[in-house]
């Protein structure tokens, strides 16, 4: 495989979220994941897009929550083929006019030209958007040398409101997306945004149910962009049972492909869980024989022993996966919105939050274990594991 070249990615800084009910989210940014409510957009730009955006920052991760305000605004346009959603991905690069170019000339379609401009203080941004296979959700390229706000046109609070991340968020490890195939993002991946394939796996829960009757399975792909460690994974649903699949049912719930889950990576998982949990938060549920054969399964897979309290885990219900000796990771799911807030509008994306100790892959152990929680969640059937 010829090597294409970087586009000059940094980071994806931050998502822009799209929501009927704009309190909600402050109420669940900056009470709940105690995030910092850092900004709007301003009057004019509220009336010019028809929409009004807040953004929420906890750590390296940003969140533009955007609601319509009146029709025609891109909001409004999206709420009314989808549930909430994510609607951008915004990816700070070195340089937005070649990113540009490089996109373009590999058949990437850009929706804009390059925009710069200029702020008070002499900082400067410069940035574009472009289509995607993933639905319609738009990723943005932003170039920035001293530019504070989130875009042209927000408005920056000089003293952040709501939260202070006592929760330890650091930033976004990966993006979740499901789609109903998987061919063409992967071609895009890999030949448009110069992605290489970091890992893949695939399997069935149709092994755990005696009857065959239950169960369903998935295809991944991760891609990585190498220079910034941005990583992609991407489901496709996979027979038997491919309309019981929990990636044909997100696509079903989403009404398209798209985001599936946002990855945040944080320093003590079992402190903010703790908290978490203590605000009534809640996640994915995990059967306690995960937590019996855990011991068995760190064996198995090298790792020895680990640092954390089993019964903290089995408490908290964080699930841990390994690459070899001391190599590991701690990760827990929160319930999707729309189970959340008990509402099929909010949607069917959750957030994961992340640990790592050494281990750079993504709980292949726990992708399983994740697959089996949202099966039980969506079934409401134990599927042969009980505590
Ligand atoms: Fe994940």
Not at 58 to 82: D, F, M, S
Request: hydrophobic content about 40%.
């Amino acid at each position: 495989m010829a090597k294409v070249e970087s586009l000059g990615i940094k980071r994806l800084e931050s998502v822009n979220y799209y929501v009927h009910d704009l309190e909600r989210s402050r109420r669940f940014y900056t009470e709940v994941m105690d995030f910092a409510e850092i900004g709007e957009s301003s009057e004019e730009l509220t009336k010019r897009g028809r929409q009004k955006s807040v953004a929420f920052l906890a750590g390296n991760c940003a969140v533009v929550c955007i609601t319509p305000q009146g029709e025609g605004g891109r909001a409004a346009r999206w709420l009314r083929k989808y549930p909430d959603g994510v609607g951008t991905l915004n990816f700070e690069v070195e340089d937005a006019e070649k990113a540009f170019r490089l996109l373009e000339a590999r058949g990437g379609t850009p929706i804009d030209d390059v925009r710069r401009e200029r702020d008070a203080h002499g900082g400067e941004i410069a940035f574009f958007s472009i289509t995607t296979p993933f639905g319609d959700s738009t990723f943005r390229f932003i170039e920035r040398r001293g530019y504070r706000a989130i875009l042209p046109g927000f408005e920056m609070y000089d003293a952040p409101r709501g939260g202070t991340n006592r929760l330890g968020f650091l930033g976004f490890d990966h993006t979740t997306s499901n789609f109903a195939t998987l061919g063409h993002v992967s071609l895009w991946l890999e030949h448009v945004l110069g992605f290489e394939r970091f890992w893949e796996i695939q399997f069935h829960t149709t092994d755990v149910d005696p009857t065959h009757a239950h169960g369903s399975g998935l295809r991944s792909l991760v891609y990585w962009d190498p220079r910034s460690g941005v990583k992609f994974a991407n489901n496709e649903p996979w027979r038997p049972n491919f309309r019981a699949s929990q990636i044909n049912v997100f696509c079903e719930e989403l009404r398209g492909p798209g985001v599936q889950h946002l990855a945040i990576a944080v320093k003590d998982i079992i402190a903010c869980v703790r908290m978490l949990r203590a605000r009534g938060l809640a996640f994915m549920p995990t059967p306690g024989t995960y937590y019996d054969m855990l011991p068995a399964r760190l064996e198995k897979l090298g790792v020895g022993s680990i640092a954390e309290d089993l019964a903290v885990l089995r408490e908290l219900e964080i699930l841990v996966d390994g690459d070899g000796p001391g190599k590991y990771l701690l990760q827990i799911f929160l319930k999707e919105s729309s189970g959340l807030y008990k509402e099929e509008a909010a949607g069917p994306f959750f957030f994961e939050i992340i640990q790592r100790k050494g281990d750079q892959g993504f709980g292949a152990g726990n992708f399983r274990a994740l697959f089996e929680s949202i099966e039980r969640a969506q079934d409401g059937q134990l599927q042969g594991a009980k505590r």
